[in-house]
Nanobody
């Protein structure tokens, strides 16, 4: 059982930045691909970014965040990060990190085995 704990959310003005962190309890953290998802009120959970299991591996992003958000991971610290720059009000949501051992559909929330509790990000205009 992998436990994931997110932190770093908060209130920021449009154009500002935040960095989210997600710490995993699992010592075999580097066996897992990691993803970030978000869910705004009244909307479905949507894919934000994902990183393969090794630090130099592939990273993919939703079109809506490409060029503004950066996912990274530190396997020595069992932590995945989401650096969010040039934030917009439409980025307001609860952000979740998630872990999966292996999937070919890394953008699909249902593929992930473990989820954190979420952290609120609010961007004011």
């Amino acid at each position: 059982q992998v436990q994931l704990v997110e932190s770093g959310g908060g209130l920021v003005q449009a154009g500002g930045s935040l960095r989210l962190s997600c710490v995993a309890s699992e010592r075999t953290f580097n066996d897992y691909a990691m993803g970030w998802f978000r869910q705004a009120p009244g909307k479905e959970r949507e894919f934000v970014a994902a990183a393969s299991s090794w630090p130099g591996g592939s990273k993919i992003y939703a079109d809506s965040v490409k060029g503004r958000f950066t996912i990274s991971r530190d396997n020595t610290e069992n932590t995945v990060y989401l650096q969010m720059n040039s934030l917009k009000p439409e980025d307001t949501a609860v952000y979740y990190c998630a872990a999966v051992v292996s999937t070919r559909r890394i953008r699909t929330a249902g593929e992930y085995d473990y989820w954190g509790q979420g952290t609120q990000v609010t961007v004011s205009s």
